[in-house]
């Protein structure tokens, strides 16, 4: 079997001569190519590789056209271990309309070389069942994120009206005030989602993640709310100015947030006595973030739960945050290894680096 069925040069690659005889696919390192002793027939017949005739079909044309067939399988060679060549054009049909989620698409394909394993892994997103608690500056903004990205169902929990102040980008409008979060926020979901099955029941317990975007500065936003610890879940949240998403919990076989609380207390034994008081008497005021670090967070939390839906890398918020903050902007991973004394794991070594 041909290793490419039906060549395609990435369509989205920029094909430029360097030289009279000399030229260059793609512009970005590690994405990109340059053939040299280009004639005009080679050229036409690079042009070709479209996914419109079979690897076969290919060499009868190079041949046809008058072109050397070893320099051809060579040039075929060359542009597969550069990564400009998939192995079939890319069918819009995958992802049943060429809105928001082709460029989805795309990126898949880009990432696993293949438009059969990129159409499977949008099937997968669309599958997918996200419960986001919190229909906010963050959490409305991260389920149109979501959706736009390809996840097929989304809920929400929350009992609050819609004040002005939770008017976001991409969330929450102006006209929205007074009525249902949970409402309002199905209609900013639908506005970018024709595929959205946005659900109406708030069964946490089914999802296929838990999003926890509620406001929470010192306790497990877990306890006492009658969520099942069972089902997968990432906090995000604003703190204090700092963009915080993780830990990604993964039942059983990540570290918890309890765990990262019992780390927390062995750095600082009054923490307990601390979170208690923050916890009595939360101050509201902290929780409204900017829209800028609002935007940040959904966006970040969004990447890290693409990467844990399509399974192609391990998240970098599995035993971890990932922390953003002005003024310098720079991306700190704090690691949150399992803690002895939790029991929620077996001890097992951060999946991603050691603890540090
Ligand atoms: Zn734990």
Excluded: Y
Excluded at 68 to 89: F, T
Excluded at 258 to 266: P, S, V, Y
């Amino acid at each position: 079997m041909a290793l490419h069925p039906r060549p395609t040069i990435k369509p989205w690659l920029p094909k430029l001569w360097r030289d009279p005889d000399t030229i260059q696919i793609g512009i970005d390192p590690g994405g990109g190519a340059v053939v040299s002793g280009v004639d005009a027939a080679t050229a036409h017949w690079l042009v070709g590789l479209d996914g419109s005739r079979s690897e076969a079909e290919t060499l009868v044309a190079a041949a046809a056209a008058g072109l050397d067939v070893a320099n051809a399988v060579g040039i075929l060679s060359g542009l597969h271990r550069s990564g400009v060549l998939l192995s079939a054009p890319i069918d819009v049909d995958d992802v049943g309309d060429t809105g928001p989620l082709l460029p989805e698409l795309v990126n898949l394909t880009t990432a696993l070389t293949s438009p059969l394993h990129g159409g499977q892994a949008m099937t997968a997103r669309g599958r997918q069942h996200i419960v986001i608690d919190g229909a906010n500056r963050i959490g409305v903004p991260l389920g149109a994120l979501l959706a736009a990205s390809g996840v097929g169902r989304l809920s929400f929990l929350d009992a609050q009206p819609v004040r002005r102040c939770d008017a976001g980008v991409g969330g929450l409008s102006l006209d929205d005030e007074g009525e249902p979060r949970v409402t309002a926020a199905q209609r900013a979901i639908r506005r970018i989602s024709a595929l959205e099955q946005v659900l109406t029941h708030t069964a946490a317990d089914e999802a296929d993640l838990l999003v926890l975007c509620q406001p929470w500065t010192a306790h497990d936003p877990l306890q006492g709310r009658g969520m099942s610890e069972r089902t997968a879940h990432l906090a995000v949240a604003v703190r204090q100015g700092t963009v915080v998403i993780g830990p990604l919990v993964l039942p059983g076989r990540t570290s918890c947030l309890h765990c990262a609380e019992l780390h927390r207390t062995d750095r600082d034994p009054r923490w307990p006595a601390l979170a208690a008081q923050l916890v009595a008497a939360p101050n509201r005021a902290m929780h409204e973030p900017t829209s800028v670090l609002a935007s940040l967070a959904a966006a970040l939390a969004a990447a890290q739960i693409l990467d844990h839906l399509d399974g192609i890398r391990v998240p970098e918020v599995v035993q971890a945050t990932l922390e953003l903050r002005p003024p310098d902007w720079q991306l700190h991973r704090r690691s949150w290894p399992p803690h002895a004394d939790c029991g929620c794991v077996e001890a097992v070594p951060d999946p991603i680096r050691a603890a540090g």
